[in-house]
């Protein structure tokens, strides 16, 4: 009887270590987070690290977030035009540098990199909180708020459900001709966060380069919005001198309209005030005095090759 006791004993033993183990073991696993097909959400893939220590795990981590998936479910989670720049661990806080590319990410997809890059990478022992950076700089949201440091408490563990609160709609855009002596509009479906004012929405796209060919933005590379509100149907835009030191062919209209055209498409916006680092006196847009004081209202007769009229 004893030695029955003592052979059951000893099973039980056995069988709590190897769960014991078995839980070990899949504790262990490694997920890469990539973006599924239709940007709606993330997805895990399981994923075998060769790195040994914490700072050649992060630097296989992200070669292979940014490489090619083969996959016709989820693509790579770090677009081409993005690279991570450089990274440094100290002290559990993981600062991860990217290039000026990722600050023209749409507002929604940059949320899902981020979301994929951060669920990543706080797999790596050693790794307690992710700090973004772009240009140098760190990273702001869409309101210009900084983001700080993330760590698993930053997203929910089913990303996925966060597509509960992302929206749709058509923005009416207009952008320079090739010739920037006339507006060319485009129209496109976007996704946003329910959190995004559509006003602000609108700047972010027109800073982007358009889906028409022939057009380009009106924007010079790196100008920042510094804020935009709505009043009493008024849209006050607050720009940098950047949009200012233009270079190129877009007239000093066309570079106007291109943005009070597309904030007045917005239901609450029926005239915008343009205002540069926080509302100057008149400065100089392509060689012509602009007054900061003028309101502008939606103007179609730069549209190209139309003679439509205000609905």
């Known amino acids: 009887m004893k030695k029955r006791f003592a052979a059951l004993c000893l099973i039980v033993c056995l069988l709590i270590l190897m769960t014991a183990c078995g839980k070990e073991n899949e504790s262990a696993k490694f997920y890469l987070y990539y973006l599924n097909m239709n940007y709606t959400g993330i997805v895990s893939v399981e994923y075998d690290m060769q790195a040994e220590d914490a700072e050649g795990q992060v630097h296989e981590a992200i070669r292979m977030l940014s490489s ?10 770090i677009p081409d035009a993005v690279e991570v720049e450089d990274f440094r661990l100290d002290n559990g806080t993981l600062a991860v540098y990217f290039n000026v590319d990722y600050s023209q990410l749409e507002t929604y997809t940059e949320v899902m ?37 993330m760590d698993n408490d930053s997203f929910i563990d089913d990303f996925g459900q966060e597509s509960e609160s992302l929206l749709t709609t058509t923005l ?17 479906e976007v996704h946003y966060s329910s959190n995004t004012p559509l006003e602000r929405l609108v700047l972010e796209y027109l800073m982007q380069k358009p889906e028409t060919e022939g057009a380009q933005s009106v924007f010079s590379s790196g100008t920042r919005l510094i804020s935009v509100s709505v009043s009493d149907g008024v849209c006050y835009v607050n720009l940098d001198n950047t949009f200012l030191n233009r270079s190129g062919n ?39 005095t602009l007054p900061q004081n003028n ?17």
């Open 250 to 288: 877009i007239s000093e209209n066309v570079a106007i309209y291109s943005i009070v055209n597309s904030l007045s498409e917005l239901d609450q916006v029926s005239r915008v005030q343009l205002l540069f680092n926080g509302g100057e006196n008149s400065l100089s847009l392509g060689g012509a």
């Open 68 to 77: 090619e998936t083969g996959s016709v479910d989820y693509m790579k989670t």
């Open 113 to 149: 990199v981020r979301a994929a890059v951060v669920k990543t990478l706080l797999q790596i022992p050693g790794v307690d909180s992710i700090t973004f950076y772009v240009s140098g700089n760190p990273l702001s949201d869409s309101t210009g708020q900084l983001v700080g440091a």
């Open 295 to 311: 309101i502008y209202e939606k103007n179609l007769s730069l549209l190209r090759n139309s003679g439509e009229e205000e609905e």
């Open 172 to 188: 009416t855009l207009y952008y320079a001709s090739a010739d920037g002596q006339s507006l060319i509009r485009e129209q496109r």
